[in-house]
């Protein structure tokens, strides 16, 4: 990945857009907009009021009572709501692989999957046996050995981090290996 364009589209493939957000805003704004000029045009040329007073709705809104209520409360609810919307992180659960060409992006799942397996291979048990969980930087592998065998979990998460390291995810993942105490029946 050494060219901008392929930054670009790596980026653009392991990140999500916000431009939802903006469309939420700009067409409240634009449908608040055209019933205010709508209003406006009508109480000025002296033609009564198509969907609401504009005097009557500012009364009622600083006037303290229920529509005045609501209305704050759906402002605040849809103010938030953007608010999360622009701030929360705007990565998805995807990596990147380098490659010669063009980059590779591997889902979360694939790689929680792949270590999934290479760890039930190493403990000697069966696929139901190991849930793995990946995070930004750290994959936390839990396995359940089967009654009177003992795993070494030390040994599996080095080796699961030696797997993993030729591969050259970004970003990058280290792997932790949890042993449950208790056995269960294969």
Do not use: K, Y
């Not at 060219?3 to 589209?9: D, G, I, K, L, V």
């Not at 957000?21 to 109480?43: H, Y």
């Amino acid at each position: 990945m050494n060219t901008a364009p392929e930054r670009r589209m790596a980026r653009r493939m392991t990140h999500r857009s916000r431009s939802v957000w903006v469309c939420v805003a700009l067409a409240a704004f634009v449908i608040a907009a055209v019933v205010v000029i709508a209003e406006a045009v009508r109480a000025g040329l002296g033609a009564p009021a198509l969907w609401l007073s504009l005097p009557e709705v500012w009364a009622q809104i600083t006037g303290g009572g229920p529509v005045g209520v609501a209305v704050a409360i759906v402002a605040g609810l849809a103010g938030i709501l953007c608010v999360w919307g622009a701030l929360s992180p705007g990565r998805t659960g995807r990596r990147i692989i380098s490659a010669d060409r063009a980059p590779i992006v591997v889902d979360d799942a694939i790689v929680a999957g792949t270590l999934s397996r290479g760890a039930a291979r190493r403990a000697s048990v069966g696929a139901p046996h190991v849930a793995t969980r990946v995070s930004r930087r750290r994959a936390d592998v839990r396995i359940t050995p089967a009654t009177g065998f003992s795993v070494a979990g030390t040994e599996i998460a080095r080796a699961e981090n030696e797997a993993l390291a030729p591969v050259g995810l970004t970003p990058p993942v280290t792997v932790r290996v949890r042993v449950e105490d208790g056995g269960r029946l294969s």
